[in-house]
């Protein structure tokens, strides 16, 4: 099993190697950011300081292993670099360290601010949408698919079945704005939802941040009508695979309860797919939130990416891809571990 993990991981690290390659070369080539950095005034001295600053003076291989060597949680830096760019880790050595520490996405052109530390504000609002989105898709998916399988072709299956259709077929920016106009706008009165709204409110006396799950349900149901509708149809034909089997019908003739049988036998070996759709899009809504929480005007990494897309703020931009990707690449492992729990086969492959 440790083999059959660490050679995931080293496929992730190389995927990731891949995603910073791809990332740096593709945003590298948009505009200048010493220009946009200085904005439109500026002399020539300091755009040749910031260009310095950002090793935009430097050939393009020795600027991406700079990139790399700041992106990456194991490399090498000077102790100059440690203080100026306020990295956080475990430094080893004298004037050039060697380094186990929080990857370092560069500062913000707009704002000066630390990448790091604008993701890390938008990361909870994120967090909490894509969770309450995937709980929502299982509790209703996975029972759903396991219903509609044991009650096949009667209303109840063609009605799972028709629903599943819409729900896969229906973009997720599309259904926010039905959503939000039907239940933010047209019975707000009788909701008490809003179209727009906040994970937390600011208290105007103290200043202080208070949590506001209000604002959560219609973004949350938003973002959770695909993975709930997937759900459902892998369910479903994972479960009608599954009752054919022999052992089923070995269950039934020792005398176990049907609920028994379906709930704890079949469930469990008709839950790979389910798995893979699961923490797929748990990635996939994380990363992919960003129409959603747009429309909701939802404080997430999504909206802060769409802000600093207007605004040409690359470094921002360029942090969202890459955590994106990292929560991508963590989740696959996750899947391909829970494969190995719940199918040994699977890692002796």
Same mark, same amino acid.
């Given at each position: 099993?440790?083999?059959?993990?660490?050679?995931?991981?080293?496929?992730?690290?190389?995927?990731?190697?891949?995603?910073?390659?791809?990332?740096?070369?593709?945003?590298?080539?948009?505009g200048?950011?010493?220009?946009?950095?200085?904005?439109? &005034?500026?002399?020539?001295?300091?755009?040749?300081?910031?260009?310095?600053?950002?090793?935009?003076?430097? %050939?393009? /291989?020795?600027?991406?292993?700079?990139?790399?060597?700041?992106?990456?949680?194991?490399a090498?830096?000077?102790?100059?670099?440690?203080?100026?760019?306020?990295?956080?880790g475990?430094?080893?050595?004298?004037?050039?360290k060697?380094?186990?520490?929080?990857?370092?996405?560069?500062?913000?052109?707009?704002?000066?601010r630390?990448?790091?530390?604008?993701?890390?504000?938008?990361?909870?609002?994120?967090?909490?949408?894509?969770?309450?989105?995937?709980?929502?898709?299982?509790?209703?998916?996975?029972?759903?698919?396991?219903?509609?399988?044991?009650?096949?072709?009667?209303w109840?299956?063609?009605?799972?079945?028709?629903?599943?259709?819409?729900?896969?077929?229906?973009?997720?920016?599309? &259904?926010?704005?039905?959503?939000?106009?039907?239940? *933010?706008?047209v019975? &707000?009165?009788?909701? *008490?939802?809003?179209?727009?709204?906040? /994970?937390?409110?600011?208290?105007?006396?103290?200043?202080?941040?208070?949590?506001?799950?209000?604002?959560?349900?219609?973004?949350?149901?938003?973002?959770?009508?695909?993975?709930?509708?997937?759900?459902?149809?892998?369910?479903?034909?994972?479960?009608?695979?599954?009752?054919?089997?022999d052992?089923?019908?070995?269950?039934?003739?020792?005398?176990?309860?049907?609920?028994?049988?379906? /709930?704890?036998?079949?469930?469990?070996?008709?839950?790979?797919?389910?798995?893979?759709?699961?923490?797929?899009?748990?990635?996939?809504?994380?990363?992919?939130?960003?129409?959603?929480?747009?429309?909701?005007? /939802?404080? *997430?990494?999504?909206?802060?990416?769409?802000?600093?897309?207007?605004?040409?703020?690359? %470094?921002v931009?360029?942090?969202?891809?890459?955590?994106?990707?990292?929560?991508?690449?963590?989740?696959?492992?996750?899947?391909?571990?829970?494969?190995?729990?719940?199918?040994?086969?699977?890692?002796?492959?």
């Open positions: 099993m440790i083999q059959y993990v660490l050679k995931k991981i080293g496929y992730s690290i190389l995927v990731m190697a891949g995603v910073v390659l791809l990332v740096f070369f593709l945003f590298q080539g948009f200048d950011p010493s220009r946009l950095v200085m904005g439109q &005034t500026g002399d020539k001295k300091t755009q040749e300081n910031i260009r310095r600053e950002l090793y935009l003076d430097q %050939p393009k /291989w020795k600027q991406f292993v700079l990139y790399l060597n700041d992106v990456s949680p194991i090498i830096h000077s102790a100059a670099d440690i203080k100026s760019k306020q990295l956080k475990i430094f080893i050595g004298g004037d050039t060697f380094a186990i520490k929080l990857p370092y996405l560069r500062r913000s052109y707009q704002t000066k630390s990448v790091s530390s604008m993701l890390m504000e938008a990361l909870p609002g994120t967090m909490l949408l894509a969770i309450a989105a995937m709980a929502l898709a299982i509790a209703i998916g996975i029972p759903l698919g396991v219903v509609s399988a044991v009650k096949q072709n009667s109840l299956d063609t009605t799972a079945i028709f629903s599943s259709i819409i729900g896969i077929s229906a973009p997720s920016f599309f &259904t926010g704005i039905i959503i939000a106009y039907i239940f *933010g706008f019975l &707000t009165h009788y909701t *008490g939802l809003h179209i727009t709204g906040n /994970w937390f409110e600011i208290d105007a006396l103290t200043g202080q941040r208070r949590l506001t799950l209000k604002n959560l349900i219609l973004p949350a149901i938003t973002l959770g009508v695909r993975p709930l509708a997937i759900i459902t149809q892998l369910t479903r034909s994972a479960m009608l695979d599954v009752l054919d089997q052992y089923i019908r070995t269950a039934y003739a020792k005398g176990l309860k049907k609920r028994t049988v379906i /709930w704890k036998h079949a469930l469990k070996n008709a839950l790979n797919p389910v798995i893979t759709a699961v923490t797929g899009w748990f990635a996939e809504l994380l990363a992919g939130a960003f129409f959603v929480e747009y429309i909701f005007g /939802w404080q *997430g990494i999504g909206k802060v990416t769409v802000d600093a897309l207007e605004k040409l703020d690359y %470094p931009v360029m942090g969202a891809v890459l955590i994106s990707a990292a929560f991508f690449v963590l989740m696959n492992i996750v899947a391909d571990i829970l494969y190995g729990v719940f199918d040994p086969r699977v890692r002796n492959a």
